[in-house]
């Protein structure tokens, strides 16, 4: 790869037609950011879950506050990553350092947009939701019952493209919050035209975390950036095209390491400090658990230690409040981190530019940090994830998707199209129907317009599109509207 393609100004819309529009004296690449800040799916993240579903403590996390985080890292990683490459490796000029740093910026910013309401439980609700539907139809049939008259994936079946039609269905019964992002930001997000916000090829490249379709995922994962699908059928052609245009192939995009780096580093000690402040943990069982994963991991000492050394001082006699050691802790932690990542990229970067890089940053044996970022996301798993009160909302979100996605999915398949149901016209798929976004509706009748995609398929998706747009709070009060709760 190189960084003469991979910063490729033009704008994704360009590549299918729209005419440039440049009207002022910011970079391209700041201008993506300014359009991803001012964005509607932005705004929505201050309503979504980032661990504690509908969370009022107002010093807890939420998809916003962590996406902010984020981007704020990513900035300085990939400043000091870029400073680095202008002069040790000569490949760019100094004015691209600040072009590679926004990049990031923007990229970090919005990494979770595609995250349907109640976090990643959400995520695993949309897809349970395809899967039971199958597994309906197919025990019905094997007991030689008469399953429903329209199958969830019909229509879809009969395509000659046995990998096609493999592609389609995967892409709803793995369904992914990364490939939604893309969907956002190149399609959903309608303005004046159906190219999202039209970010420019190079940042579109950079937040794309994943480069496989559904149906061909990595399951060994020993291939990173192919363990989960990373864009759905209906933007293929646009990662394609993208791809081409900015010289990747089939590898991801060097920035796009440091900004997967940067998530895993902020959700990492982010989440512990939340969990402290939410009683799930204190200071002191979480200094114990993080000892028995990591051991006398010097990074792991070095923070706490950074941490108990501000926090004394600045308390004096006082007691020490175990939100304030977190908090410190959280700070010296990432700095430590951040530094470990970046010596693992530029360690690597070699076999990153040349495709042959398939790990994370946070996870090369190679990287100082390695052990303490598991460290960290462990005793998350453990102590913090699992709370009661998370589980219990979890599973609410859980029976709110799927209830909601039973009444949109009425509306989707009956309404528009050549011969819309008479249900359409005044009766419940209608009214359905008619309660999803304005927006998602263009798009999909577009898409049926379009006729690239079984009409099944367009179905579905603005079910999902419908789903994932959701915040935390407008789901929850729509299900009880709607449900009589």
């Known amino acids: 790869m190189e960084w003469s393609k991979l910063l490729n100004q033009k704008r994704v819309g360009e590549l299918f037609g729209k005419e440039p529009s440049e009207t002022d004296s910011r970079t391209p690449f700041e201008r993506d950011y300014g359009r991803a800040v001012f964005s509607t799916p932005v705004r929505r993240l201050q309503d979504k879950t980032q661990v504690f579903p509908l969370e009022t403590h107002d010093a807890v996390r939420t998809r916003l506050t962590h996406s902010l985080e984020v981007s704020s890292v990513s900035r300085t990683l990939g400043r000091e990553a870029a400073n680095w490459i202008a002069e ?121 975390k994943y480069v496989a379709a559904s149906n061909d995922t990595d399951s060994t994962k020993e291939i990173h950036e192919k363990s989960k699908p990373g864009f759905f059928a209906s933007e293929q052609e646009t990662f394609a095209r993208v791809a081409e245009e900015v010289g990747t192939g089939g590898a991801r995009n060097p920035i796009t390491y440091l900004v997967e780096a940067s998530d895993d580093i902020v959700y990492a000690t982010g989440d512990l400090e939340d969990g402290v402040k939410k009683g799930a943990l204190d200071w002191e069982f979480l200094k114990t658990q993080l000892k028995s994963h990591a051991g006398e991991d ?89 709370s009661s009160g998370t589980l219990k909302l979890e599973l609410m979100g859980r029976k709110v998707i799927h209830d909601l996605m039973d009444i949109f999915w009425e509306g989707a398949r009956l309404c528009e199209g050549k011969s819309p149901s008479k249900e359409c016209r005044g009766g419940f798929a209608g009214k359905a129907f008619d309660l999803i976004s304005g927006n998602y509706r263009e798009v999909f009748k577009k898409a049926l317009a379009d006729g690239k995609l079984p009409e099944r398929y367009c179905r579905l998706q603005l079910v999902t599109d419908q789903i994932a747009g959701m915040t935390d709070s407008f789901a929850t009060s729509l299900h009880k509207r709607l449900m009589n709760g």
């Not at 006699?317 to 908090?327: D, M, R, T, Y």
């Not at 970067?349 to 996301?377: N, Q």
């Open 298 to 386: 010097p990074a792991l000492k070095w923070a706490v230690q950074e941490a108990e050394k501000k926090i004394r001082y600045t308390s004096g006699s006082k007691p020490v409040p175990n939100g304030e050691l977190a908090q410190a802790f959280r700070t010296f932690s990432i700095q430590k981190m951040k530094e470990g990542a970046f010596a693992a990229f530029t360690l690597r970067y070699d076999r990153i530019m040349s495709g042959d890089y398939h790990k994370e940053l946070v996870e090369d044996p190679d990287c100082a940090a390695t052990k303490f970022v598991a460290a960290c996301k462990k005793v998350g798993q453990v102590h913090v994830y699992p």
């Open 88 to 208: 040790e490796k000569k490949d760019i000029s100094p004015p691209q350092v600040h072009d590679i740093e926004t990049i990031a910026a923007t990229c970090g910013l919005i990494h979770d947009l595609g995250n349907p309401p109640f976090g990643h439980a959400g995520e695993t609700a949309i897809q349970t939701w395809f899967g039971h539907r199958l597994k309906e139809e197919e025990t019905a049939r094997a007991h030689g019952q008469s399953d429903e008259s329209d199958p969830i994936f019909s229509g879809m079946e009969t395509n000659e493209n046995k990998v096609l039609r493999e592609q389609y269905e995967n892409d709803f019964l793995r369904w992914e919050g990364n490939a939604q992002t893309l969907r956002l930001v190149s399609r959903l997000q309608v303005l004046a035209d159906f190219y999202g916000i039209n970010l420019t090829c190079a940042t579109f490249s950079a937040a794309c």
